[in-house]
Structures are given as structure tokens and as C-alpha cells.
């Protein structure tokens, strides 16, 4: 609201926002967001009534789905599990010798 018509934009031209700095603990936008505004309609337009922008969070511990730093990740439970089987293959051979 209060986004004046401009008269230095042809009909049909749209405005548009782009984020430079994202709130703390979200993504930025990539992409400018266009929006038109019709003369007077600042008059006209509720605040229910424009438009959407979904804000997204930024991720976690772990890196995106098929992200090159999953691979550290992978690595990390295989060298786990392989010390897991490796300690109860030494633990059943221990019994044995018993």
C-alpha cells in the first residue's frame, strides 16, 4: 500500500523487489519478485489482498539432497558401521577362543 503509479513506466510494466539481505535464519530470495501496479489502485488494494512471498528457512546440520558435502556424510556412516561389524566379528572370535 502507498506505492504510488508511475507515469516513467509504459502500460503493462511491472515493478519489481528484490531482497538484498534475508532476516536471520532464512535464504534469500533468488529471484527479484515483479509486481504491477495499475494506476490508483494503491487507493483499492488491501493488505489481505497482495501478493505472496514464501520466506524459506535455511537448512540444517545436513547439506541439501544430492549436495556434493552429503559425501562426507556417507563416508562418515560407512567408516561407523564398518567399526561397528569389525567389533562384533572381534567379540564372536573372542567367545570362540574361549
Request: hydrophobic content about 40%.
Amino acid at each position: 500500500a502507498g506505492l504510488k503509479y508511475s507515469t516513467e513506466l509504459e502500460a503493462g510494466e511491472s515493478y519489481a523487489v528484490k531482497e538484498v539481505k534475508a532476516p536471520t535464519g532464512y535464504d534469500l530470495l533468488k529471484d527479484p519478485v515483479l509486481f504491477t501496479v495499475a494506476k490508483d489502485s494503491y487507493k483499492t488494494v488491501q493488505a489481505a489482498d497482495g501478493q505472496k512471498i514464501s520466506n524459506t528457512k535455511k537448512g540444517g546440520f545436513l547439506p541439501s539432497t544430492g549436495g556434493m558435502g552429503i559425501v562426507l556424510f556417507i563416508a562418515a556412516g560407512v567408516v561407523v558401521m564398518a567399526g561397528a561389524a569389525g567389533a562384533m566379528i572381534a567379540r564372536r572370535n573372542r567367545r570362540e577362543n574361549i
